[in-house]
């Protein structure tokens, strides 16, 4: 483990709050490596989950305790993510999951666009943040896509500033890749998408267990991204400036709420699991606070949180990518440069010779560890470094509760399939 923690990161405890990791399958531990599908859950979050069912089960607004209950800990709830995206609890969005509030949110925005006008979407993204948008082409919207060097897997900045102009309405990007771990510079594109008069999306949903979210300093217009893949519950939850929340229209029923933020919530929420996110961003926040006990506010917890689970995934990545290197056949995908990994989480894509990404993850699977193989939804860049047909790439996720024995486990298990 030397190396991979920092002095005040405590995986022991870490491992504590998550029960599901004590999982045995064929006599071997589990070792977790699929979080970017999703995450374990702390049981912080599950007792929070319970908790609503035996005190605060009702639906919202009534005049008696379990509704009132009901509706204070949704206010709470608004209040973690407030805290998360560093906004007002006014601008927060629950609902189904990223994919569900991002194509509500197009169609919103679409009843103001006409033929013409212009979206810029990435190559780079989850098609999450590809197909609502291209939904609007119905109406005459354009898309334009923006390509990526492939050498790295980094956006191409200088077919951004092509593909941006003054049609462009809306420019589409993620924080980072879940298929190849780039971070994008995000505050810079939403510059140049400002300087166009383009509102700014990102899909932040790769980005957010591995990253402090900080939307006042990237300036975007919205942002969403999905509890379950930092810890939570499966939901998902957007971010978007007061301002936009109230001038656009949602579709919605006639009876319910004019007023922003509900009326972007539509039916009724799974509230128990609103529960359970205000408890995942407590857990993240208590976890800072054992890194850094000086810290004053949820938000500064949050913050040394990020601080050192960064630190800890770095150098869980450095050995992951190191002993990837050493194996025959090896092609990882994006960026391998120890001192690019601030453009990068510690999500990882590759193919090892011809073996079918599928047959690896099996192979690895039986041993107790768990990997995704295939395209994880981003199509476009499946397609584009030519997998698409041959069953895409074997991803690792690490995350903060993975450990470098788990890492070195999976390197053994690969040598072994290798030279089986
Ligand atoms: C980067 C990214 N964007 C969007 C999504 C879709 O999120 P949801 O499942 O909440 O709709 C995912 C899910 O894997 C994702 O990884």
């Known amino acids: 483990m030397q190396g991979t923690e920092s002095k005040t990161f405590d995986i022991a405890w870490v491992r504590e709050q998550f029960p599901s990791l004590k999982l045995r399958v064929n006599g071997q531990a589990a070792a977790f490596l699929d979080g970017p599908a999703g995450t374990q859950v702390p049981m912080q979050v599950m007792i929070a989950v319970q908790n609503y069912f035996l005190s605060a089960n009702a639906n919202t607004y009534g005049a008696f305790a379990t509704s009132r209950s009901n509706d204070a800990m949704i206010v709470s709830a608004r209040r973690a993510m407030a805290d998360f995206f560093n906004c007002d609890s006014s601008e927060v969005v629950f609902g189904q999951n990223m994919t569900t509030i991002t194509f509500a949110l197009a ?9 013409g006008d212009e979206i810029v979407v990435t190559t780079l993204d989850h098609d999450a943040n590809v197909a609502p948008w291209r939904a609007l082409e119905e109406k005459g919207v354009v898309i334009r896509q923006v390509d990526i060097r492939e050498s790295d897997c980094t956006l191409d900045m200088d077919d951004f500033k092509r593909k941006i102009s003054t049609k462009t309405k809306l420019v589409a990007v993620g924080y980072a890749s879940n298929m190849v771990g780039t971070i994008n510079p995000v505050a810079e594109i939403t510059k140049l998408a400002h300087a166009a008069g383009a509102l700014m999306f990102v899909d932040a949903v790769h980005y957010a267990p591995h990253g402090l979210i900080d939307v006042k300093a990237l300036d975007c217009d919205f942002l969403a991204c999905s509890p379950y893949k930092f810890f939570g519950p499966h939901m998902g939850t957007l971010y978007g400036k007061r301002e936009h929340l109230e001038k656009f229209q949602p579709y919605k029923v006639r009876p319910a709420t ?80 120890a001192n690019r990994f601030d453009e990068r989480c510690s999500t990882l894509s ?25 395209n994880f939804y981003a199509l476009n860049l499946s397609e584009r470094l030519g997998v698409e047909q041959r069953g895409g790439v074997l991803r690792v996720g690490l995350l903060h509760y993975n450990t470098a024995d788990e890492v070195e486990r999976l390197l053994r298990s690969l040598y072994e399939f290798v030279t089986r």
């Open 107 to 115: 169609r919103a925005i679409g009843r103001e666009l006409k033929a």
């Open 258 to 337: 004019n007023t922003s933020p509900e009326c972007w919530e539509t039916g009724t929420q799974v509230q128990e699991l609103i529960a359970g996110i205000g408890a995942a961003v407590d857990y993240i926040a208590e976890l800072g606070r054992r890194c850094d006990p000086d810290v004053k506010s949820r938000r500064e917890a949050l913050q040394a949180a990020y601080r050192a689970t960064h630190q800890y995934e770095t150098g869980l990545l450095s050995r992951l990518i190191a002993g990837l290197q050493t194996i025959p056949g090896m092609r990882i995908f994006g960026i391998t440069d």
């Open 350 to 374: 590759f193919r090892l010779g011809d073996h079918i990404p599928t047959k690896i993850a099996a192979f690895l699977g039986e041993r107790g560890i768990f990997t995704w193989d295939g």
